[in-house]
Each structure stands twice: as structure tokens, then as C-alpha cells.
């Protein structure tokens, strides 16, 4: 697990068209979309009503050039003052540990923590389960905010392999338990919130 802060001449910045949930203190939020849906935006817009947030990426930097420019533009993106954290595996940990330090956790994404999981246990369904049991009593637990994004990945075609089945098996379980306990549950569309659990304070267009 990495921690540091970036330091960058772009200032927090404000999209706009999004009215969100302004509360402070605990909640769950998921943001759930297809590939360039604009799930991350809003979920960084719903984070920065916060003061002091902790970013917490799923993502690893490897020799894929397409992933590393991604991984750029999303850490350029955010505002300048965010603690970030690199933590591939053990989620339920660091929101435990960012209780003291943060206001709001962002969580992008499960869809590669799903990856990961595969990666690190393979069939071993027993350590795969329990490190998403342990993401879901970290929430349950936090007295923090914590938004999480992921990938919406049942409305496809089937996958043709394997591999691909059990992947997109692995997210669809990971999404249901973390909806089943979060407070608001959204999909976005095109850049557009759809509520599906809870509510946004002031609406949402």
C-alpha cells in the first residue's frame, strides 16, 4: 500500500450540471455505469464536498501505456490537496485506517479490485470472499463518507471465455453486496445520475 499527496498547479474544480449530496459524516454511496458513462466525474464531484478526502485507487502501474495515460489523466483531474492512497487488495483496511485523517473516501474502482482479487487468489473462493466481506464491514463500520465507483457489467453480451465469465460474475457480486448496505445506489448514463437506492439532496439532472 502507497500513500502520498499530489501536489499540482490545478486547482479543485467544480463540473457543472451536478447538484449532489452535501451531508458530512457517514454514508455509502455507490456509482455504478458503463465505459465513459461519467462515473468517476460525479463520484469526484460527489467527494469534493468534502474538506479532507482520501482517494483510494485500485489500479496498478504496469507496462500498458493505454492504462498509465489513463491513470494521469485521473490523478491530474483531481484536486491538488487529496491524500491518495495505492492499495490493489486490502480496501477494507485502509478505510479503517482513514478514519482520522479524511472526511470522505473515494474509492475508484471495484471493477479492478474484482481484477486484482482474481489476479492475487485465482479459484480460491475462500480469500476472494473474505477480502470483500472485510471492504463490507469496513463500510458498515466507517463513520466517514465513502463513494465507490465500479463498472455496471450485467448488461453485455455473455463473455465467450471463461476467464471473462468468472470476471464478470466476480464484479456483479462485489456490486449487489455493496449495494445491498450502501445508502445510495446510482447509475449513471451518460453523464446523468439515475437514482436506484436513497436519494441526492437538492435532486439531480
Known sequence: ?????????????????????KNQGHSVILVLGGVRSGKSRYAQQLAEHSTRVTFLATAEHRDDEEMHRKIERHRA?????????????????VVE????????????????????????????????????????????ATSRKVILVSNEVGSGVVPAYALGRRFRDVVGDINQRVAALAD???????GLPLVLKGSLE????
Not at 4 to 15: A, D, P, Q, T
Not at 115 to 135: F, P, Q, R
Not at 202 to 205: I, T
Request: aromatic share 8%; hydrophobic share 40%; with cysteine.
Open 1 to 21: 500500500m502507497r500513500i502520498f499527496r499530489f501536489w499540482s498547479n490545478r486547482s479543485s474544480h467544480r463540473g457543472r450540471g451536478f447538484n449532489v449530496q
Open 77 to 93: 483531474d483531481r484536486p491538488a490537496h487529496w491524500t491518495t492512497v495505492e492499495e490493489r487488495i486490502a480496501l477494507g483496511r
Open 97 to 140: 485506517a482513514s478514519e482520522d485523517s479524511c472526511d470522505a473516501i473515494l474509492i475508484d474502482c471495484l471493477t479492478l479490485f474484482g481484477a486484482n482479487l482474481m489476479e492475487v487468489y485465482g479459484s480460491n473462493e475462500a480469500g476472494l470472499n473474505a477480502c470483500i466481506e472485510d471492504l463490507c464491514a469496513a463500510l458498515k
Open 184 to 190: 445510495t445506489v446510482l447509475l449513471m448514463v451518460a
Open 202 to 205: 437538492g435532486g439531480y439532472r
